[in-house]
């Protein structure tokens, strides 16, 4: 059986975006590993507290030599638009994880709207990567 085990998202400071995930959004480290023979490369993860099979890479737009300058300007200008891609994260309860998570300081996009699959809300991480709170409910 295949299933999905990690996704990335971009993020220009990995110590603010771990501030956010940890403390806005509640979630917790699975791995932070400083790798020195890659440059000081970081390997920085993050999950849903008791969801350990399923983490969020927080990645640092790389430089040269990795990524070219003008692609690293491509992927920054791409997340400040929260265009670099989207996280889906579900919920039993959007207007209360709504709610929750307003009070520890996330900006919201859109507040909770009902949908044909259920009842969603966005909003951005620091550094612009799109979310969507999701309650799903049947379709009919």
Known sequence: MIKIATTQVWVHDQEAALRFYTEKLGMEIHEDVTLAEMGNFRWLTV???????????????????????QTQQEISSLMGKGSAGTVFLDTDNCEAS???????????????ERRPHGIDAGFRDPSGNSFRLTQRLPMA
């Open 47 to 69: 999950g849903p507290k008791g969801q350990s099979d399923m983490s969020i890479v927080l990645m640092a737009v790389p430089g040269p030599p990795m990524i070219d300058a």
């Open 98 to 112: 709504y709610k929750k998570l307003s009070a520890r300081g996330v900006e919201f996009t859109e507040m909770p």
